[in-house]
């Protein structure tokens, strides 16, 4: 009796251990985020922008909309390539090659040409390595385990990737002040980082489900199979709902993290410290996105997504109260200005030429609150508005272009006499209080939701993708991450673009922020409705993943 009890808790202890081929693919998520922090989020586009110039500038935007065009568009193709027996490791490995080689390229260049040439490359080869890992996931684990996998993967990055390297590379940039070699070397680690974890699961893991082909008809039927899968994505109910639904409340997510501190920068937060936030995000990520796979096993995927889309709702409300606390102060200084140039006679070609003029005393009047004394800001005022009326009839714009010589000159005038209404503003020590305070709250809720997005943001992704692999045939996964991955890269589309135009409608950010519960209600509005087609999806997979292995 006793040596059958020692068996059951023997096996229960050993079905809660990863396998090998489970901690191999969990590891590459350890493995390649050092790549979305150090080349995509922060130091590489700060490195490069320091070698670009303005025209190298311009074009960044355009290389990193390119890289991810060319992304999206092969990865269905790449997927339905790599379903095919003995297919996915060689691609998964080809990916990785390219885009660890090519990020290493980008430490030895200086023509921001050739550095826009290899992020382009690299970005395509880590996106490409990211759907023959995603896929994998159906072949190193079971349908039971698959959101505990997917979730500690993703922990492992935010572990891993997303805190050590770049910690490492910040501290090294801060040793020697910002030098070209500690850009290098934080472009370097990325490289080695990557290839050295990378190790494991190109040993150990195997793909287990796969379609059967003759090499010589490979291309015929990777194509047709990819115009199957389409048709599939559309017609079945419960997929095509689920990948709406995703595209919405990731597009969500993704604007949230994209414009993060460009909201705080616009409500005046300082950037350090908006920095160490972030990091706090990562770590916070790393248990949280463990938490959320243990009650997946208990409340559902699909309940836990709700769960994650509710708290940004909460998120999105915090973000929007942190705007109303200082913009206030903010649209009391324009209204000044306004009334200003009103008083002057002043009037401007265009709303475009107002808003330049009017960004250009905004910041003037934030640096001098917080730099100068009331006792200097007088004496300062006068040298300023000499200084901002030379910015303003400069052809060049420093960082304000005016539409024509003309719109240049009336600023330039205004600047002068409207500059004494704004000393009278700026020495108005009641008011410079209590903005002061306004925004060290807006501070302390910066913190707060640096916290609550981590509490989810892990979670959300790493349930999606595992139940994402609930729903589509094993054997061609791949091909499936493939669509899956489109819809990944695509996000961060439209939130960005609603903060912008309710941003521009209303003069407030914080609006811009709130819109963003347009994106997180439709998606779990989608998911809430079609909870019943999703199971049903779900039940007719597992049958026929169950069949597809029987046979073999």
């Not at 490995?93 to 992020?119: E, H, N, P």
């Not at 973000?319 to 200003?340: C, W």
């Not at 008083?343 to 609150?369: C, I, M, P």
């Amino acid at each position: 009796m006793w040596e059958r009890v020692k068996d059951i808790m023997r096996q229960r202890d050993e079905s809660k251990r990863f396998t090998l081929q489970e901690k191999s693919w969990i590891f590459y998520d350890w493995a390649n985020s050092v790549y979305a922090t150090n080349i995509m989020a922060v130091i590489f586009p700060i490195y490069y922008a320091s070698m670009a110039g303005d025209l190298g500038n311009k074009w960044w935007g355009i290389g990193v909309s390119l890289a991810s065009l060319i992304g999206a568009i092969i990865s269905p193709t790449l997927g339905a390539v790599a379903d095919f027996k003995g297919n996915k490791k060689k691609l998964l490995f080809a990916f990785i090659l390219i885009g660890a080689l090519a990020t290493a390229v980008l430490a030895f260049v200086s023509d921001w040409k050739w550095m826009l040439i290899g992020y382009v490359i690299s970005h395509i080869g880590f996106s490409g390595s990211c759907v023959f890992y995603d896929s994998f996931l159906t072949d190193v684990t079971t349908e039971e385990r698959m959101d505990r996998v997917s979730s500690w993967g993703y922990a492992m990055g935010y572990i891993g990737g997303s805190t050590i390297p770049f910690v490492i590379s910040i501290a090294v940039m801060l040793l020697n002040n910002y030098s070209a070699f500690s850009m290098k070397f934080a472009i370097l680690i990325v490289t080695v980082w990557w290839l050295v974890f990378s190790i494991p699961i190109l040993k150990n893991v195997k793909q287990t489900h796969y379609v059967e082909t003759p090499p010589s008809e490979l291309a015929k039927h990777a194509f047709r199979n990819l115009g199957e899968t389409m048709k599939r994505c559309v017609s079945n109910k419960g997929l095509f709902i689920y990948l709406i639904a995703y595209f919405l409340y990731i597009d969500g997510v993704g604007a949230v993290i994209s414009l993060a501190t460009n909201y705080g920068a616009t409500l005046g937060l300082g950037t350090t410290g908006m920095i160490f936030a972030l990091l706090v995000t990562q770590l916070v990520a790393a248990p949280c996105a463990i938490f959320f796979s243990k009650l997946s096993g208990k409340f559902g995927a699909i309940k836990m997504i709700i769960a994650a889309i509710a708290m940004y709702f909460v998120i999105c409300g915090v973000g929007f109260f942190m705007g109303r606390l200082v913009e206030p102060y903010q649209l009391d200084l324009v209204d000044n200005t306004r009334q200003s140039i009103s008083a002057q006679g002043v009037v401007f070609e265009n709303k475009e030429d107002q808003k330049a003029w009017e960004a250009l005393t905004k910041d003037y009047v934030e640096n001098s609150r917080e730099s100068l004394s009331e006792a200097d800001r007088a004496v300062a005022f006068a040298d300023v508005t000499s200084e901002l009326a030379q910015k303003a009839a400069d052809p060049a714009g420093v960082n304000y272009v005016f539409s024509s010589d003309a719109a240049r000159n009336t600023a330039s005038t205004a600047i002068v006499a409207v500059g004494k209404d704004l000393a009278v503003y700026a020495k108005d020590t009641q008011k410079q209080t209590d903005y002061n305070g306004a925004k060290s709250t807006a501070t302390i809720l910066f913190w707060v939701l640096a916290v609550l997005v981590g509490t989810v943001q892990g979670g959300i992704q790493a349930l999606s993708r595992s139940y994402f692999g609930k729903l589509v045939p094993q054997s061609r996964s791949a091909e499936y991450f493939g669509f899956y991955d489109v819809f990944g890269k695509f996000a961060t589309v439209i939130g960005p673009l609603l903060y912008a135009m309710f941003y521009m409608l209303t003069d407030r950010a914080s609006i811009g922020i709130l819109s963003l519960l347009i994106l997180f209600a439709a998606g779990g509005l989608l998911l809430i409705f079609g909870r019943k087609e999703l199971a049903k999806t779900e039940i007719e997979m597992r049958e026929a993943n169950a069949r597809m292995a029987a046979q073999k």
